[in-house]
């Protein structure tokens, strides 16, 4: 193999593509600071200036990011050729497209107005746990403790 043949076949499966050291700090530092303003949604400087709704679509978005950069550059995704399009494309149209056939059914569980339980649905389904605490704290608060009966058994 001559040089120049050796030089390009170098050129072309070098380690410069494949990103550098210093991209790779670079994403580190990148993934601190996006940590850091996840973190300050928690902080009363947050709460006081905007909802708990906007935190939590700002920390979702911050996420994505961190993901995102996680994927293209730890994963290698960023070097890849173009069939990995091929794969993710549809995967996540399948994702979105099963969230929104499944938030109607979280929605329609119980009786919100628009959409109800028949009273069969209603006598077949589960009672919650905390529903069944809060049952449990008023036939001990209506019949006194368990332990005052104890003693008359």
């Known amino acids: 193999m001559s040089d120049q043949a050796a ?3 170098t050129d072309d499966h070098g380690d410069d593509h494949h990103g550098s050291i210093g991209t790779y700090i670079a994403v580190f530092v990148a993934l601190c600071v996006l940590t850091g303003a ?6 009363d400087a947050w709460r006081n ?8 679509t700002f920390m979702m978005a911050v996420s994505c990011c961190k993901a995102l950069l996680v994927i293209l550059f730890f994963m ?3 070097y890849e050729a173009s069939w990995k399009y091929v794969l993710t494309i549809p995967a996540g149209l399948m994702s979105i497209f099963l969230v929104l ?9 119980t009786n919100n107005g628009i959409y109800q339980y028949s009273k069969e649905r209603w006598r077949d389904a589960a009672t919650p746990d905390w529903v069944k605490a809060d ?3 008023e036939h001990d608060a209506a019949h006194g403790s368990g332990d005052d009966h104890a003693d008359d058994h």
């Open 49 to 56: 200036v905007l909802s708990k709704e906007a935190g939590w």
């Open 101 to 109: 056939m499944l938030v109607p059914d979280v929605g329609f569980r």
């Open 7 to 9: 030089e390009a076949h």
């Open 76 to 78: 290698h995704l960023k």
């Open 38 to 43: 996840s973190f300050f949604t928690y902080t």
């Open 135 to 137: 049952q449990g704290a």
